[in-house]
């Protein structure tokens, strides 16, 4: 099974600022099946960036991924007042697919 | 647009069984190329992929080793739906279940919170 980590845990920011989340694998994530998510409370996920770094459809293009192998990196250009929530990182490689335990965005 | 609706019961008896529904608009459960998943996510366990079901020239499952003793995954082309049957569950298989749709998981239903209590 491919464990994900990802760090920070809590990142606090700002609207306006810039948000680098990360996300690193136990073993390389061949083909680069790595999907971000953002998740708000009494929500259910939304995918945002699948394939590492292709937005999902209607996703502003403020966010961004990229990286390959083992460590990805979710990018936030300029914070939004609705971009505070929690991001999950997700391997869709190999069975089972595992999730992140998730970074949480909040209001400095 | 593809909606997925959930359906089931809230609470769940131990050792009993777990089962949901989720009937999807705006696609087919029978459609060659998609794919379609189970999720649960509760504070102790975090988002865990549970298993999907998808069509290939025939139905194809595959589940998670931590539940693969206990869980069947469904399709039901009549009613365009695919369901979820958990048996043997504990107060451990309280949490919110998700459906979703494909690899990376672009449609979601809109989750059960379901409760192992007696």
């Known amino acids: 099974e491919i464990v994900l980590t990802q760090s920070p845990g809590t990142l606090s920011l700002s609207p306006g600022e810039r948000a680098t989340l990360s996300c690193t694998a136990s073993?390389?994530?061949?083909?680069?099946?790595l999907a971000w998510y953002q998740q708000k409370p009494g929500q259910a996920p939304r995918l945002l960036i699948y394939?590492?770094?292709s937005r999902a459809t209607g996703i502003p293009d403020r966010f961004s991924g990229s990286g390959s192998g083992t460590d990805f990196t979710l990018t936030i250009s300029r914070l939004e007042p609705e971009d505070f929530a929690v991001y999950y990182c997700?391997?869709?490689?190999?069975?089972?697919?595992?999730f992140g335990p998730g970074t949480k965005v909040d209001i400095k | 647009q593809v909606q997925l609706q959930q359906s089931g019961p809230g609470l769940v008896k131990p050792s009993q069984t777990l089962s949901l529904t989720c009937a999807i608009s705006g696609d087919s459960v029978s459609r060659n190329t998609a794919v379609w998943n189970w999720i649960r996510q509760s504070p102790s366990r975090g988002l865990e992929w549970l298993g999907r079901t998808y069509y290939r020239s025939k139905w194809y499952n595959d589940y998670a080793v931590s539940v693969k003793s206990r869980i069947t995954i469904n399709p039901d082309t009549s009613k365009n739906q695919f369901s979820l049957h958990l048996n043997s569950v504990t107060p451990e298989d309280t949490a919110v279940y998700y459906c979703?749709?494909?690899?990376?998981?672009?449609?979601w239903g809109q989750g059960t919170v379901v409760t192992v209590s007696s």
């Open positions: 979703a749709r494909g690899y990376a998981f672009e449609f």
């Open positions: 073993q390389s994530v061949s083909s680069n099946p």
């Open positions: 394939g590492a770094s």
């Open positions: 997700q391997q869709y490689g190999s069975s089972p697919f595992t």
